[in-house]
């Protein structure tokens, strides 16, 4: 069965940086879309980042010029870099993706999620 796995997370000073990874595992055929997510306590999870079938990537205000999603298609993993971080960037940030297997069709999948603390 398809899965995806996060990784990255943990506790980093204000200003500093954090390289989130996203790895699919199963019979994967292509992934399309991808999305970063993140819910900060309190508040309703939210779209920070997002790459299109197409190859374009948008970002939510709050991170633009801070954070960068990349992805390696060989290997079926997400990265978000993260640069600049500041304390309301703590969050639980979760990875989904649409990903076609030839046994289901295009279905979205979603990571565990992995929580971002920044301290100041």
């Known amino acids: 069965q398809v899965q995806l796995v996060e990784s990255g997370g943990g506790v980093v000073q204000a200003g500093g940086s954090l390289r989130l990874s996203c790895a699919g595992s199963?019979?994967?055929?292509?992934?399309?879309?991808m999305t970063w997510y993140r819910q900060a306590p309190g508040q309703p999870q939210h779209v920070i980042t997002q790459?299109?079938?197409?190859?374009?990537?948008n970002y939510a205000d709050s991170v633009k010029g801070r954070f960068t999603s990349s992805r390696d298609s060989v290997e079926n993993t997400f990265y978000l870099q993260m640069n600049s971080l500041k304390r309301e960037d703590t969050a639980v940030y979760y990875c989904?993706?649409?990903?076609?297997?030839?046994?289901?069709?295009?279905?979205?999948?979603w990571g565990q999620g992995t929580q971002v603390t920044v301290s100041s």
């Open positions: 989904n993706a649409e990903i076609y297997t030839l046994a289901q069709g295009a279905k979205d999948y």
């Open positions: 199963g019979p994967i055929f292509s992934i399309n879309a």
């Open positions: 790459c299109t079938s197409g190859g374009s990537t």
